[in-house]
């Protein structure tokens, strides 16, 4: 059977007979062949074998034209054709013709967790190479702490952090290390003398040891908060009812300096603590009221007893002035018959007595 078979330039011819590969051809021209099967390759692709890969290299001009890429079942490998990313390969073996293109191979080992491969970052978002990254961040008020199969490794500063996406755990724990402020709500406790009330109080605090805070403790937001609360029933327990009214301002001050210690333990620093509401019962309330209500009139008499003293007093040294001295007592005299005067309109006078004598009987006497 004949067969014309034209192969152009760029172009390599492989030649079959009985299904074995027995001559190569390259050059470019019109061939005839007679009961043989011919394949004709574009050098510039990928070069799929007909058959075994490894049957076909044992032609020793075949194997000089292919360049022969292994992939082992834990790796990946690269492509980049003439400088610039094409494919990702997975396990196998590839062939690719030389000479015509430059095919450059970066081989990654995937049973490893880092990437060491000298990889552009660009190509960690390419959609051929994503699903084989795994992609953490660390954003710019936070740390983080690495965990690899459950251990911890170390801790991370911002950024973003790629991974290889294999059967290893890798787990990147993140804490937010800004000041934030945790509420201490509806607190009810008992004074000294027995005196039911409620206590909101609020804690600021910030992470400053990220390792204490998630390694060696667990729930350090729990801790801080049981720390807090027992430090503040221990504080009221110790003081009667009008101490602790008395002291209030005081109270966070108290509370941080015997905490101090505990909240370090936690990889915690509190900047400032504080009782928002004291809160007493309804009885408690009345109670007071009646007290305050008490005081308040007992400071009223006994201004009011002053203000009286004060005045008898100041009579009485009037009266003693007016007694040694006669002008002072006539002008005193003239005061107050000039305060008459002024409250009354009109004036009668009956009969034909003396006017003046009458005046001075009515404003004197």
Same mark, same amino acid.
């Given at each position: 059977?004949?067969?014309?078979?034209?192969? &152009?330039?760029f172009q390599v011819g492989l030649i079959f007979k009985n299904g074995k590969l027995t001559k190569v051809v390259q050059e470019n021209g019109n061939f005839l062949f007679v009961d043989k099967d011919v394949l004709v390759y574009d050098m510039d692709r990928m070069f799929?074998?007909?058959? #075994?890969? &490894?049957?076909l290299l044992q032609n020793e001009v075949l194997a000089s034209l292919l360049e022969v890429v292994e992939v082992a079942d834990n790796e990946i490998a690269l492509q980049f054709v003439n400088g610039n990313f094409k494919e990702v390969l997975t396990a196998g073996r590839y062939a690719f013709w030389k000479g015509y293109t430059v095919n450059e191979f970066i081989k990654v080992d995937l049973s490893k967790v880092y990437i060491t491969e000298q990889i552009p970052m660009a190509l960690f978002e390419n959609i051929k190479l994503r699903n084989y990254i795994r992609c953490y961040t660390v954003l710019s008020?936070?740390?983080g702490l690495l965990y690899v199969n459950g251990v911890f490794v170390k801790e991370l500063t911002p950024g973003t952090y790629f991974f290889w996406n294999n059967a290893i755990t890798v787990e990147v724990k993140n804490v937010d290390v800004r000041q934030q402020q945790m509420e201490i709500s509806g607190q009810e406790l008992l004074t000294k003398d027995k005196a039911a009330l409620r206590i909101n109080f609020f804690v600021k605090y910030q992470v400053i040891d990220i390792v204490k805070a998630l390694v060696d403790n667990k729930d350090f937001e729990k801790q801080l908060y049981v720390t807090m609360q027992l430090a503040l029933r221990a504080f009221v327990g110790a003081f009667t009812l009008d101490e602790l009214l008395g002291r209030k301002e005081s109270i966070a001050t108290s509370i941080l300096e015997e905490t101090t210690v505990k909240i370090a333990g936690l990889g915690l620093a509190v900047s400032d603590a504080g009782i928002r509401d004291v809160i007493l019962p309804g009885d408690m309330? #009345?109670?007071m009221s009646q007290v305050l209500v008490a005081e308040k009139k007992a400071q009223a008499n006994s201004i009011m007893r002053? #203000?009286?003293?004060?005045?008898?007093?100041?009579?009485?040294?009037?009266?003693k002035l007016m007694e040694d001295n006669e002008m002072l007592w006539k002008l005193k005299e003239m005061e107050y018959v000039e305060k008459i005067a002024d409250k009354i309109g #009109?004036?009668?006078?009956?009969? &034909?007595?003396?006017i003046i004598g009458q005046l001075k009987d009515i404003f004197v006497k």
């Open positions: 059977m004949f067969k014309v078979v034209r192969i &152009n330039a799929v074998p007909p058959i #075994e890969l &490894n049957i008020f936070e740390k309330k #009345e109670i002053r #203000e009286e003293t004060a005045a008898v007093r100041s009579m009485l040294n009037t009266a #009109e004036i009668t006078i009956a009969g &034909n007595g003396n």
